[in-house]
């Protein structure tokens, strides 16, 4: 997935039941790193590819606090409201994903 935001509290893969899942997760306060279309539908949605950063077109980007994780088989992980995240199946996985107010 593309680098983007949840407003709403979200255990992300509620429980990672198959396979493995890399996250990388950004602070609410780096959103201004991140580049974020302007308007639209998108505008949780950041316009940097994580996984392959065109710094010459994004400098700001290299400013940004990453935090790296893997999710294993039966790991559960919570992501704040208002954190930035992005998403990479590292295998065949199944997982499943519970957001709370």
């Known amino acids: 997935t593309h680098i ?3 407003l709403q509290k979200n255990i992300l893969f509620g429980c990672q039941a198959f396979g493995k899942k890399r996250l ?3 602070p609410e306060h780096d959103g201004g ?7 639209g539908m998108h505008t949780n949605t950041s316009q940097i590819d994580v996984e392959n950063p065109d710094f010459a077109t994004f400098p700001q ?3 940004a606090t ?3 994780c893997v999710l ?4 559960m992980l919570y992501i704040p409201p208002k954190y930035w995240h992005h998403v990479r199946s590292t295998s065949p ?8 107010s």
């Open 4 to 6: 983007s935001l949840s």
């Open 24 to 26: 990388i997760l950004f």
């Open 33 to 39: 790193y991140l580049s974020a279309h302007a308007e």
């Open 61 to 63: 980007f290299s400013k």
């Open 66 to 68: 990453k935090k790296t």
């Open 72 to 75: 294993c088989e039966g790991e």
């Open 93 to 100: 996985s199944i997982s499943v994903s519970y957001w709370f």
